[in-house]
């Protein structure tokens, strides 16, 4: 069973920047499509970026599109979220998680390995 550790969250101010990183265990993220995803209080979970088995083809819902970049690093099993240009809006807990199942990268049923999650809080 794959285990995902995420860090990096942190306070930071509007405008500035924060990367998070998941390391795996009992799996190589080579082997896998994973992704990052968030939720802010009140609100159901989004999908916020993935990235496909070979780490070349990336994906990025429209809110974070030009400011946040998915990155693997076979060699240190793990796979990074580089945010910049940070917002309010984008204040949330963030999961990092393995797409184990066919189907759509931008949907939360294909996911089946999760993350505890890093809190990002962005104040202005």
């Known amino acids: 069973q794959v285990q995902l550790v995420e860090s990096g969250g942190g306070l930071v101010q509007a405008g500035g920047s924060l990367r998070l990183s998941c390391e795996a265990s009992?799996?190589?993220?080579?082997?896998?499509?994973m992704g990052w995803w968030r939720q802010a209080p009140g609100k159901e979970r989004e999908f916020v970026a993935a990235?496909?088995?070979?780490?070349?083809?990336?994906y990025y819902a429209d809110s974070v599109k030009g400011r946040f970049t998915i990155d693997k690093t076979n060699a240190k099993n793990t796979v990074s979220l580089q945010m910049n240009a940070l917002n309010p809006e984008d204040t949330a807990i963030y999961y990092c998680?393995?797409?184990?199942?066919?189907?759509?990268?931008?949907?939360?049923?294909?996911?089946?390995?999760w993350g505890q999650g890093t809190q990002v809080t962005v104040y202005s």
């Open positions: 998680a393995v797409a184990n199942q066919w189907g759509y990268l931008y949907s939360e049923g294909t996911y089946d390995y």
């Open positions: 990235v496909d088995w070979s780490g070349r083809n990336r």
């Open positions: 009992g799996g190589t993220v080579s082997s896998y499509r």
